[in-house]
């Protein structure tokens, strides 16, 4: 069939891909199952009651009681977005962790809703100690401190505990990406008195991409209220979100009805398998790769300490092209890990194991494949 | 099973609807086949293919050359908000013809982002002569005309021949709403020298909700490149999305995978039966509806000349209490119609009749149920 613009398109035929990267990584098949269906209407009573029970869900892995615990309409990326452009007001002192990829876009966006922008940083591979935040705390004075949970690009978990206490301290708001620790890390997020959090659908949560989970406290909601004028993003918006997901349901915005059906299985599936359960799943199948690895000669980039279970960043042996090796295991096995972000490329390879591709089969397959592929292209 | 904020999930099982309101539609089952694909990732040669493919398909439909032509990852509220984000600038004098629901969200978005908005308005029910236009932009000089070409809210068709051409006239931008329109409606944007224009998934195209497509020509990206500072929206700043959706292939944000595939397989499915083979299925299947309701004494809202194919509002008939009818319909016959919006809230329904629902035997069934069970809530 050719249009009129001169283009032959025919039905779609999608190649089975095994995706151990950076994510999005593979869906639960009963996840994929609950997206064919048909749409309902989003004022439907039957999508109303699955709204709750999406926010319910939700408010349990991320171990919160926020009410305004949602997933936004959009992806990761929109969903991090929406933190700032509620509580963000021009002038604002917002300090921003960069130790990572995903640190420097927080401060681009801050800076896009005319934040005063401040940054400490690390090497890309490091996290941040509690004395190095309660120094840039007294020393800016911010009104937000953004940090993030799960460097995506760097493979480094920071360590969350005490931070909470110390905004609270100095009398800030606490933002936290969970993006690549949602469902699969241990989060605690009323415990760790972290005030605004954000994640995504496609890792811990075995969904595709497509929504991004988010949750303020009353905290942040106090910042949101006292704003002057409207948020200056209409389609995240807080203040009219929480007329539609809260107890009015005044429309807003169509929802993404179809993926709302798979977020709530996955979310579900979660729940069934046990939080904690899942955590410990996700830590085994990392020690696994992580020693597996060692076995082969292979290092790691981050020290064992603040390693991500769900995203592991290897060193490239020298002599060997790490975009090669990778298009090679995509085009012969369909198996898809990923190059270095930012400073890290040409570095590093990133393994992830996430959610439902978080097995010891996957394990098995990777180690398998770097043992009998990479030595076919060193020098 | 039983989580640990106490509340009992079970596994989804979502309840068949017909959807004949003002959307979502129900989906082609091609798409929901597509959609309950596994992922692939967003930089997949496949999908990089894919996308080119995305946005060949979605210039044939809006009839348009525009390079700058992709759906943004956010439903059709966040592609509204693109148009807006991306060419308005602090200052900038904003008209917006209102004669319904949507054109007070685009005067509300373009208040966010410090236009200077303007606004013409005509009843809900009624459009804009040329005559009309032309004196509101010698009037306001605006430098971005917005219009609403199929009002959802009111069911009527904005004739948009010749607007174009005053636009260039009198040198300003035209936005043009084309939510209820693209697929199942005429609509030539290059021919009609439309600048900008956006669209949502769930309607004429018979895909989910969750994606909006979004378009803009020479013109307005001249605009956008004249502007002083960074697009004061990450998620929606064109001028980054290019990079990823242009030759550069720059990473961006994790693309909603799945619904790119599922939008693919509906605008494929559109080009296969032609695209003026559809806008004609729309207009018949209308007139059919029309002349149905006519014939039980039913009146509509919208005289015949602005009536749109794709949605129609009824007036309710005296005596009956508009809210009851349709949960009858949705709780007896899980037949979904619309009550109406703003203005026309408890006077009118709205009846859909989009992409795959467009067909005889739903007009059928829609006229016997409202022959059948309308009776009955006479007083």
């Not at 936004?72 to 929109?78: C, D, L, R, Y």
């Not at 890309?124 to 690009?153: M, N, Q, R």
């Amino acid at each position: 069939m050719e249009n009129t613009l001169g283009v032959k398109v025919p039905p779609l035929s999608v190649p089975d891909r095994l995706l151990l990267g950076p994510g999005p990584s593979n869906s639960h098949p009963l996840v994929l199952q609950a997206l064919a269906n048909q749409p309902v209407g989003h004022l439907d009573p039957f999508y109303i009651d699955l709204m709750a029970e999406v926010q319910v869900l939700l408010r349990n892995i991320w171990q919160t009681n926020n009410r305004l615990t949602l997933p936004m309409s959009g992806t990761g990326s929109a969903a991090m977005e929406a933190t700032i452009a509620n509580i963000v007001e021009p002038g604002d002192i917002f300090l921003v962790g960069i130790k990572g990829y995903f640190g420097s876009r927080l401060a681009d966006m801050a800076s896009r809703y005319k934040a005063e922008v401040k940054t400490i940083s690390k090497s890309w591979g490091d996290a941040f100690t509690l004395l190095e935040l309660e120094e840039a705390l007294i020393k800016y004075k911010p009104a937000v401190l953004a940090l993030v949970h799960a460097e995506t690009s760097t493979g480094v978990c920071q360590p969350i505990e005490g931070v909470g206490e110390l905004c609270r301290k100095y009398n800030c708001l606490l933002i936290l990406d969970t993006v690549t620790s949602l469902g699969s890390v241990p989060l605690h997020l009323d415990k760790w008195k972290v005030d605004l959090a954000y994640s995504c659908s496609q890792k811990g949560l075995s969904c595709p991409p497509g929504l991004g989970p988010f949750t303020m406290n009353e905290r942040a909601e106090d910042k949101l209220n006292r704003r002057e004028g409207k948020v200056p993003n209409w389609y995240l918006d807080v203040s009219l979100l929480n007329k539609y997901w809260g107890s009015d349901r005044v429309y807003h915005h169509t929802a993404p009805v179809n993926m709302n059906f798979g977020i709530r299985e996955s979310l579900r599936l979660i729940v069934e398998e046990g939080l904690e359960n899942s955590w410990k799943r996700h830590q085994d199948n990392a020690e696994l790769l992580w020693s597996g690895l060692e076995n082969l000669g292979i290092e790691m980039h981050v020290k064992k300490e603040y390693r991500l279970p769900t995203l592991t960043t290897v060193k490239i042996p020298e002599g060997i092209n790490g975009k090669t090796f990778t298009l090679h295991l995509l085009n012969e096995f369909g198996v898809e890990i990923g190059g270095g972000l930012g400073e890290l490329a040409g570095k590093v390879w990133r393994i992830g194991l996430m959610g439902y591709n978080s097995k010891k089969e996957n394990v098995e397959k990777i180690l398998n494949l770097f043992d009998t592929e990479l030595s076919k292209f060193k020098a």
